[in-house]
């Protein structure tokens, strides 16, 4: 090559053509449990076609996919731009607390006392696990005393507490719990043991440790099984095997 030959022109590279994009439904927000959709907590995102999956709301399949979806309840929440799916939402005219209780489970209600006396002190809250305590008293021994005798048993365990009052999600750990009843998910077998637990003693709830969820209660130590109960007599404490 001679000294005033010019230089190779530079071989230009081809761009890839971008990827194929389609515009879906996403929450504009974190959306909580119970929430009623507005049109703020909703928006249309780019989304590349081959992230897409089965159930996103599509603008080109739904161009009116996010009217239709305010004044839906949100059934579980949402993350800040995750997808809308019409499975995590429920319309006005279906039971919000039948479309989140898990198939074959019963909602039962039962009186609590928000002061904290049978119910940790108000901690409780809507997804806890708790176990169920009924006291009820002992005739048998309270005849044969001719004082009180009460006695304590745990007839449920790992029961998942679904509202409490009318609180069905916490928000930001800033709510206090309201109201006199707790919403628990039964099985029908369970539902028929707090009915008739409810009719004939006082229930309480003792609640349980998040890592213990799933796991069996513990099996009271030999000595434990006969504990003592107090019975209070003309103002005189004694105690008594059960």
């Known amino acids: 090559m001679s000294g005033g030959d010019p230089p190779p022109s530079p071989v230009a590279k081809a761009e890839p053509p971008p990827p194929p994009i389609t515009e879906v439904l996403v929450a504009a927000a974190e959306l909580p449990m119970g929430q009623v959709l507005q049109p703020a907590d909703l928006r249309w995102q780019r989304w590349p076609d081959d992230a ?83 006291t009820y008293r002992d005739e048998e021994n309270s005849r044969a005393t001719g004082g009180e005798v ?7 365990t790992d029961i998942r507490v679904l509202a ?37 003693g006082s229930l309480s709830l003792s609640l349980r440790s998040i890592a213990d969820s799933g796991r069996a209660a513990p099996e009271a130590e030999p000595e434990q099984k006969n504990s003592a109960l107090t019975v209070v007599r003309f103002g005189v404490a004694r105690q008594q095997t059960r």
């Open 150 to 156: 009460q006695v304590s048993q745990t007839i449920l």
């Open 164 to 200: 409490v009052g009318q609180l069905i999600q916490e928000k930001g750990g800033s709510n206090v719990v309201s109201g006199d009843t707790a919403t628990l998910a039964l099985t029908p077998a369970q539902a028929e043991t707090i009915t008739l637990a409810q009719k004939t």
């Open 52 to 134: 897409l999956t089965p159930g996103y709301l599509t603008r080109k399949l739904n161009p009116k996919g996010l009217e239709e979806a305010v004044g839906a309840t949100v059934r579980s929440p949402f993350l800040s731009g995750e997808p809308v799916r019409p499975q995590k939402l429920v319309r006005p005219d279906s039971g919000f607390m039948a479309a989140i209780l898990p198939p074959g489970m019963r909602a039962i209600a039962i009186v609590t006392d928000t002061r904290g006396t049978n119910s940790a002190g108000g901690f409780i809250l809507p997804n806890d696990r708790v176990d169920v305590i009924r």
